[in-house]
Nanobody, 121 residues
Framework: QVQLVESGGGLVQPGGSLRLSCAASGSIFSINTMGWYRQAPGKVRELVAHITSGGNTNYAASVNGRFTISRDNAKKTVYLRMNSLKPEDTAVYYC???????????????WGQGTQVTVAS
């Protein structure tokens, strides 16, 4: 069994910062791309950022320059540092990871349970 456990969400004022963490555990052979999606009420889930196992990153235009994704492969953890937060960043943030559970090249997609981020004064 593989689990992704997120932490770090909460309530923050506009202009503030938060750091989300997502730790993978369980029967893991290797982890490929990891990333974050978010879903605001009444909206479709959107990709926020992702990072490959080699460290290449990609961001949504709406967060580029404000958010930074990183990973610690030894800890099997991906982070999302969010600066200059805006009310429109309010959403449930979900981490995901493509994980190989055996030496087979087959990768499986796993999701975290989601963590609420609320930006409000």
């Amino acid at each position: 069994q593989v689990q992704l456990v997120e932490s770090g969400g909460g309530l923050v004022q506009p202009g503030g910062s938060l750091r989300l963490s997502c730790a993978a555990s369980g029967s893991i052979f290797s982890i490929n791309t990891m990333g974050w999606y978010r879903q605001a009420p009444g909206k479709v889930r959107e990709l926020v950022a992702h990072i490959t196992s080699g460290g290449n990153t990609n961001y949504a235009a709406s967060v580029n320059g404000r958010f930074t994704i990183s990973r610690d492969n030894a800890k099997k953890t991906v982070y999302l540092r969010m600066n200059s937060l805006k009310p429109e960043d309010t959403a449930v943030y979900y981490c995901y990871a493509f994980i190989r559970t055996t030496p087979s090249p087959t990768r499986y997609l796993y999701w975290g349970q989601g963590t609420q981020v609320t930006v409000a004064s």
